[in-house]
C-alpha cells in the first residue's frame, strides 16, 4: 500500500512530503484509513533524536484515530467502516505475565511502539515502524482500539496518549468520588487530568506558576487554581491533598509538592524531565507518602479509558492543523504556545 506522510530525513531537518509503502495485511491485520493524527512532545524528542538516535526518514505519531478500509481473515473485532485508534503501541511480545495481565505497556520483551522502532519484524515497513503522520497504517487488531461513536473524531486523538496517560494512574492510585486532586502543570497532559479528575468525582485544583491559565483551569473543570509562586497560598494548603498529578516534563521543585500531599497520599509522577529531580526522602517517611511512576496503559485500561470518555463526553482541547503546519507546530510546542494538543488533518497529506 502506497502511503502519503510527512517525515524529517536527519535531526536537524524540518519535515516535509514523504511517501513509502505499507506493508501487506495479515489474516489478523486491520487496515486503517487515518483521518487525524495527535502531536505528543514525544514526537519531537524523537525526530530530532534527543532520546537517542532515530531511525530516518522519521514518520512519527501515535495518537492515531481513523476508519477501517479492509480486515485480514481472521479480524473477528472489526468490520469495515468502523471508528478505531492506534496508541503508543502496535505490538508487544504476548506472553510474558505483564502481557498476559493486558499491561503491554511494561512487556519484559519491551513493546513494539508505533513509530522508529524494530523491535517486531511483523509489523515494520521498511526497517522499522512508520506512525500516524501519513495517510494509512496496518495494526494487528489486538491492538486496535474502538472509538466511541458520539465523541468529536478530530479531538479523540490526543486520548490514544495524553488520555491515557493522566487516566491510569489516577485509576491506579483509586482516586474517587470526594478526594482532593491536585494537577501539577497545565499543558497537553495537565489538561486531560483535570478532565478527568473531575469525571472521577474528585475536588480538583490546578497548581501552576503561569498566573493567566486561572480562567482555563476552571473552565477545564478544575474548582480550584493554586499559584505555586504564592507562598501564603502554598502554606495554606499544606498537607492537603490526597493526591498530585505531576505532569511536569521540565526540572522543578518536588519539595513543594510533598508538603502539599497528605499522610499516606501520592505524587502520581507522569511528566518525564531530561534532567534528574531532586527527592527528600524525608517527607516521604514522616508521613509514609509515596511517588508512584506511570506509563501509557495497556490495550484493555485504553479501551476502558475511551470508554469513560465516551460515556462522560470527555476529549482534548485541540487546534487542527494541516501537515504543512508541522514544522511551525513543533516550535509552538516548545514555547507551550498551544492550547492544549495540535491535532493533523491527514486529509492535508
Known sequence: MEVKAYAN??????????????????????????KYCGIC????????????????????????????KSVGSDVTKFSVGDTVGVGCMVDSC?????????????????????????????????????GGYSTHIVVDERFVLRVPENLELQAVAPLLCAGITTYSPLKHAGVKKGDRVAILGLGGLGHMGVKLAASFGAEVT???????????AERLGASNF??????????????????????VSAPHDLAQAMGMIKREGKLLMVGASDKPLDLNVFPLIFKRRSVMGSLIGGIPE???????????????????????????????????????????????F
Open 9 to 34: 530525513h536527519a535531526a536537524d531537518k524540518p519535515f516535509e512530503p514523504y511517501s513509502f509503502t505499507r506493508r501487506e495485511p495479515g489474516p489478523e491485520d486491520v487496515a486503517i484509513d487515518i
Open 94 to 130: 504476548r506472553t510474558c505475565p505483564s502481557c498476559q495481565q493486558g499491561l503491554e505497556q511494561y512487556c519484559d520483551n519491551g513493546f513494539t511502539s508505533t513509530y522508529n522502532n524494530t523491535f517486531n519484524n511483523k509489523v515494520k515497513d521498511d526497517g522499522y515502524t512508520k
Open 302 to 348: 485504553t479501551q476502558e479509558m475511551l470508554d469513560h470518555c465516551g460515556k462522560h463526553g470527555i476529549v482534548s482541547d485541540i487546534e487542527l492543523i494541516k501537515a504543512d503546519y508541522i514544522n511551525e507546530a513543533y516550535e509552538r510546542v516548545l514555547k507551550s504556545d498551544v492550547k492544549y494538543r495540535f491535532v493533523i488533518d491527514c486529509a492535508s
Open 206 to 216: 490546578v497548581l501552576s506558576r503561569s498566573p493567566g491559565k486561572r480562567e482555563d
Open 41 to 68: 512532545h514525544s514526537d519531537i524528542h524523537t525526530a530530532r533524536s534527543e532520546w537517542g538516535p532515530a531511525f530516518y526518514p522519521c514518520v512519527p505519531g501515535h495518537e492515531i484515530v481513523g476508519v477501517v
Open 226 to 247: 493554586l499559584l505555586t509562586t504564592d507562598d501564603d497560598e502554598v502554606a495554606k494548603h499544606s498537607e492537603y491533598f490526597d493526591f498530585i498529578l505531576d505532569t
